[in-house]
């Protein structure tokens, strides 16, 4: 093990006044000597004891755990899952936090980066400031939505399964994630040993009973006799270079959104609430309003969720393009959308497959790009489109805040967005822009 350095102020404790949510799950405190501290499992308004897990003399900031909480606030609970806590399980950042109060820190993480990214109000940007928990997820205090389809176990030196502590590999064993979905805990991967293997990934589908165990070994591993409560289908992935390959049963689950079925085969992206598909459709094709004869875009389209619900709507006279890099996700999409004749999948990345397609002009985009966005090439790229509307859905508010100022700069305004809890007891919210011509509402 290495040593920290001499400047190292690891496990230094300071009594702070804890300050407001930051993006990220931590809040913000000054220590009395002014240093910048990012507090995990505190609340704002709160005193605490902070002890430093990161950081070092001349750090910008510094990372820390509340130890001790010395004046709780009002939304504080007592955490429901005995994993969660200082030093233990990274993947929850507000089990101590009441259910609403959750999502008013999303709200407010939220309506910051707008502000400091995009120079964006919440009414400027068309939003009522509010999160929105799925359809159940409202639970009384201290009960908590088993929300998960999709867990990626890891696996400790003892071959137990568990979950990665904050910003660490090392792993905190589990006997049972509470937010895992039932289908998931069902399977029984928490209480079976996993020797020579580095992950288990166990996934529930939803709308059909598809279940599945996605096994990485460690190098030199070898494969178990996967046995489990429930039947599922296995695949296997290269640690070399991550391929997956099929061990046993089906090489893709069936999941259920929009009243159609999607194949999701070899690991593809899928939304990992059960209600996610569903309500991110829903608020995409109310913004958008898709008349007939549209033609639209789904980029990073994964397996085809939106061209899909797209595919629908704009009919015969219509077309929808999808564009994907996975090459999975690509041959699941077009299996999945081979009925209409008008939908047509695209291979690799948007940035270089759009311009090469020659397409200058569209009615409809949906966006959906991974955590890091879209950037300012195509956002440029796609205010040049003249889209009636664009709907932009994000997983990350930082991201999409710094791509909205992109599109200003390209003539294109939020018209309207929308916040969903889709992953409550953590800090991660989805998002729903609607944008349209700045010109058009001015
Ligand atoms: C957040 S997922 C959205 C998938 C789909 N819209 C859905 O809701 O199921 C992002 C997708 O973008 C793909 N992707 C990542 N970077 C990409 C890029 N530069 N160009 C095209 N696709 C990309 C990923 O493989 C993933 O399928």
Known sequence: MQNAPESSLVGQEYEVEVGPVAHGGHCVARTQDGRVLFVRHALPGEKVVAKVTEGEEDSRFLRADAVQVLEPSKDRVEA????AGPGKCGGCDWQHAKPGAQRRFKGE??????QRLAGLTPEEAGWDGTVMPAPGDKLPAGEVPAWRTRVQYAVDADGRAGLRKHRSHEVQPVDHCMIAAPGVSELGVEKR???QMATVEAIAATGSNDRQVVLTPRPGGRLPLVELDKPVSVLRVEERDGSVHRVHGRAFVRERADERTYRVGMGGFWQVHPQA?????????????????????????????FAGALADRVGEKGAVLGIESGKRAVEDARHNLQHFDRVRIEQGKVESVLPRTGIDEVDLIVLDPP??????????????????RIAYVACDPAALARDLAYFREGGYKPRTLRA?????????????AILEPAAKGS
């Not at 993480?109 to 707008?114: G, S």
């Not at 956002?379 to 009636?388: D, P, Q, T």
């Open 80 to 83: 429901p899952c005995p994993y």
């Open 420 to 432: 969903f809890d889709l992953f409550p007891m953590t800090h991660h919210v989805e998002c729903v």
């Open 371 to 388: 955590r890091a966005g879209a950037g300012k090439q195509t956002v440029n790229h796609l205010a040049s489109l003249g889209a009636r």
């Open 277 to 305: 598909a569903d309500m991110l459709v829903k608020a995409v094709m109310q913004g958008l309003l898709p008349r007939k004869g549209d033609m639209a875009l789904d980029l990073y389209c994964g397996v085809g969720l």
């Open 109 to 114: 993480v939220v309506a910051e980066q707008l």
């Open 193 to 195: 040993d996993w020797p």
